[in-house]
């Protein structure tokens, strides 16, 4: 029987482990549980899922045609932006273009909100006004 001793990296919020230290690195960076990660909005009333359209290229390799792809992002129903997540920022997977040909708006979420509440009554006053 043979024994290996191999360093492993291990992430500092959630303990997964690596073999490879940029794939622990990169982890760390989107962790759930990292501290830096966490934004009000995740737990906010105001925030829902909104579908749009944004341009996406072609389908495939043998149809050249642009589409326009029908995604679902997030949007804040106080501040009427819409807005993407750390964990998208880190895979850069935030930057779009909308069926028009320009930049599609996509904010970060705020650290801090003024709007932020996780109160239901008051989500359903503002849902009536």
């Known amino acids: 029987m043979k024994t290996e001793t191999r360093e492993v990296y291990k992430c500092d919020y959630c303990n997964k482990m690596y073999q490879r230290k940029h794939s622990a690195i990169y982890h760390e960076s989107i962790c759930g549980k990292n ?3 966490h ?8 925030i829902c899922k909104k579908e749009t359209f944004i341009y996406s290229g072609s389908d495939n390799y043998y149809n ?17 932006i819409f807005l993407y997540t750390p964990k998208n920022e880190a895979r850069g997977n ?4 909308d ?6 708006e996509n904010n970060p979420m705020p650290k801090t909100c003024a709007d932020f509440s996780n109160d239901p009554a008051g989500f359903i006053s503002f849902l009536k006004s």
């Not at 934004?39 to 105001?46: A, E, L, T």
């Not at 589409?67 to 679902?72: C, L, M, P, R």
């Not at 069926?99 to 599609?104: A, K």
């Open 39 to 46: 934004r009000p909005c995740h737990m906010c009333v105001h």
């Open 99 to 104: 069926e028009n040909g320009n930049n599609f």
């Open 94 to 97: 935030y930057k779009h273009i």
């Open 35 to 37: 501290p830096a990660n």
């Open 64 to 80: 050249s045609e642009p589409i326009n792809a029908k995604v679902e992002f997030l949007f804040c129903n106080a501040k009427q």
